[in-house]
Every structure is written in C-alpha cells, then in structure tokens.
C-alpha cells in the first residue's frame, strides 16, 4: 500500500477518554499523520447524560456528524438538538457545549483555522 495512504478500521483503533474527560473517542486522524490543517477526525461515543462543559477553540472549528442517539449542543445562546444524520459546524472562538439526552455517537472533525 501507497505510504501516503491512511487506512485504519474503526473497529480497529482503540478508544481513549476525551480530552474534555467525559466520553470515548477513537481516533482516525490525527494532526500528526496529516499535512492538512486537519487537527483530528475522531469517532466519539456518549454515555446518557455525559456533558462537556462550555469552551472555546480559539483556533480550530468543530464539526460534528452525528451517527445515533440526540446530543443537545448550546452554541453561544443558541440551544440546538441534533439527530441521526445531522451535521453542524461551529466557527472558531464560538462557545459550545454538549450533552449527551441518550447515548449517543459521532463523528468529530477539528480543523485549525487562522
């Protein structure tokens, strides 16, 4: 296979607690293996009622896609409740938070914006 080529198996990685200390990732890409200002493409699971205390990314925006259960997300004053399918970016120095309503996962993608 091609060096240039990342493949790895979800199934295959193996998860750590996230850095917010709630939760479980698996790490697909990390900013280390690529040369784009990807910071890291993870696959994040939620037990009901995990939270992730309101923060900020002073350089890098978020992206979530989320694959089952509901994640409430408060978006500086907005409150949004996401779904199987839903997709939602947040910009940089936006503050966020999220709660697991039921357990839940998804994909996450960070990337480092000026």
């Not at 040369?35 to 350089?59: N, P, R, Y």
């Amino acid at each position: 296979m091609n060096r240039e080529i990342l493949f790895r198996s979800l199934y295959a990685v193996e998860g750590t607690i996230t850095s917010h200390g709630c939760g479980m990732k698996r790490v697909l890409l990390s900013n280390e293996e690529s040369e784009s200002d990807l910071t890291q493409i993870a696959f994040t699971t939620l037990k009901k009622g995990e939270f992730v205390e309101m923060h900020v990314h002073a350089t890098m925006e978020e992206c979530f896609l989320i694959r089952s259960g509901r994640i409430k997300l408060v978006v500086g004053s907005d409150i949004i409740v996401c779904f199987p399918g839903d997709f939602i970016r947040i910009p940089r120095e936006k503050s966020h938070s999220l709660e697991a309503l039921e357990e839940s996962a998804f994909l996450t993608i960070g990337c480092a914006v000026e």
